[in-house]
């Protein structure tokens, strides 16, 4: 799975991100809307964390709903 550091605005800190899994993407379009292009967007893969965001626009972020907080760690 392709993973990259990136720096992470709600941990704060540099964390592992990896590409949403289609689960997420479909989650991500149901509030954007069907057109929202979901191709480049990273998630932080910390124990807790929802924030996603596309790749070099850290601004744009957003939280996944509840139901993705997941106790996994980073998989390679
Ligand atoms: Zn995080």
């Known amino acids: 799975m392709?993973?990259?550091?990136?720096?992470?605005?709600?941990?704060?800190?540099?964390q592992v991100f990896r590409f949403l899994d289609d689960e997420e993407k479909a989650a991500v379009r149901e509030r954007e809307g069907p057109r929202f292009f979901v191709g480049n967007l990273w998630r932080c893969t910390a124990k807790g964390c929802l924030t996603y965001y596309p790749q070099f626009n850290k601004a744009g972020y957003g939280l996944l709903?509840?139901?993705?907080?997941?106790?996994?760690?980073?998989?390679?």
């Open 65 to 76: 709903p509840e139901r993705f907080r997941a106790e996994e760690a980073a998989g390679e």
């Open 2 to 14: 392709r993973t990259r550091k990136l720096d992470c605005p709600t941990c704060g800190t540099m």
